[in-house]
């Protein structure tokens, strides 16, 4: 089973500042990996598949980079409906796993 | 518009069963992969089960197999998962969710998903 760690838990930052999220996989999954965001009492909506392409509708302050065992999300300053829940997500191989998520709060 | 609906869940007791449904609409049903994930509250997401567009292909997590079966009825739009011999950790918020499926050919990584049925396992 493929591992995804994903760091900081909690990442505390205002409003219009950068936000950099990282997720490390256990063995390489290539590309194959998607990032989703939650917040309280709704489904996922999904970002970013493939390490760095935008799901339909998704602003282009999201992005999504790196192959392997490195990704990073990043989202180019934050509005106040970002605060939220992030998830990494792979799909390389079954099973499929989701890293433990980072939190993104108000600073 | 697509819409995903879940419903089944509620309150059994460890060891028993419960089916859970999700009835798809606003697209073409039999064209997509699907799946279930949950999550316990709280807690975190975790996959499943998913079955193939065409119904034939099925995955589980290692901690439902055995338990869980997921199917699928083109011809109603409807997702089922059977769950039998439940237990307290499947205590959860269980999620129904259509594959990404970019110029036909489907991704497991999901676009659409619906709000959630609670199944809580406790005596």
């Known amino acids: 089973e493929i591992v995804l760690t994903q760091s900081p838990a909690t990442l505390s930052l205002s409003p219009g500042e950068r936000a950099t999220l990282s997720c490390r996989a256990s063995?390489?999954?290539?590309?194959?990996l998607a990032w989703y965001q939650q917040k309280p009492g709704q489904p996922p909506r999904l970002l970013i598949y493939?390490?760095?392409n935008r799901a339909t509708g998704i602003p282009a302050r999201f992005s999504g980079s790196g192959s392997g065992t490195d990704f990073t999300l990043t989202i180019s300053g934050l509005e106040p409906d970002d605060f939220a829940v992030y998830y990494c997500?792979?799909?390389?191989?079954?099973?499929?796993?989701f890293g433990g998520g980072t939190k993104v709060e108000i600073k | 518009e697509v819409q995903l609906v879940e419903s089944g869940g509620g309150l059994v007791q460890p060891g028993g069963s419960l089916r859970l449904s999700c009835v798809a609409s606003?697209?073409?049903?039999?064209?997509?992969?699907m799946s279930w994930v949950r999550q316990a509250p709280g807690k975190g997401l975790q996959w499943v089960s998913s079955?193939?567009?065409?119904?034939?292909?099925?995955h589980y997590a290692d901690s439902v197999k055995g338990r869980f079966t997921v199917s699928k009825d083109n011809s109603k739009g409807i997702l089922y998962l059977q769950m039998n011999n439940l237990r307290a950790e499947d205590t959860a918020v269980y999620y129904c969710?259509?594959?990404?499926?970019?110029?036909?050919?489907?991704?497991?990584?999901?676009?659409?998903w619906g709000q959630g049925t609670l199944v809580t396992v406790s005596s």
């Open positions: 606003g697209f073409t049903f039999n064209g997509y992969a």
């Open positions: 997500q792979h799909r390389s191989d079954w099973p499929l796993t």
């Open positions: 079955i193939s567009a065409g119904g034939v292909s099925t």
């Open positions: 493939d390490a760095s």
């Open positions: 969710a259509s594959a990404l499926c970019p110029g036909g050919s489907c991704y497991s990584v999901w676009d659409y």
């Open positions: 063995q390489s999954i290539s590309s194959y």
